[in-house]
């Protein structure tokens, strides 16, 4: 069984900052990567911030310059400072990894449940 369990939520004014945290356990024999994700009322999903297990990043447009992701391989759980908050980035949160369990040949794609991040303007 695996399992990511998010932290870090919270309300805040724009202008503030909140880090998220995602720590994955369980049989995991490797993490090819971890992902944020997140959803505000009404609207799909998107993709926030991603890193590989080579730490290799990427960044949603909007984000960039204030968002940072960053990851611990050593204790399976990546990282989401948030800076700069605005209004717009009130959502729910939720983290992504692509997880080979041990024993398995394949990756499988797990969530989180999701943090809400809500900001006050």
């Known amino acids: 069984q695996v399992r990511l369990v998010e932290s870090g939520g919270g309300l805040v004014q724009a202008g503030g900052s909140l880090r998220l945290s995602c720590a994955a356990s369980?049989?995991?024999?490797?993490?090819?990567?971890m992902a944020w994700y997140r959803q505000a009322p009404g609207k799909q999903r998107e993709l926030v911030a991603t890193i590989t297990n080579g730490g290799t990043t990427n960044y949603l447009d909007s984000v960039k310059g204030r968002f940072t992701i960053s990851g611990d391989n050593t204790e399976n759980t990546v990282y989401l400072q948030m800076n700069i908050l605005r209004p717009e980035d009130t959502a729910v949160y939720y983290c992504?990894?692509?997880?080979?369990?041990?024993?398995?040949?394949?990756?499988?794609?797990?969530w989180g449940q999701g943090t809400q991040v809500t900001v006050s303007s």
């Open positions: 369980g049989s995991i024999a490797r993490i090819n990567s």
């Open positions: 992504n990894a692509n997880i080979r369990r041990t024993y398995a040949v394949s990756y499988v794609t797990y």
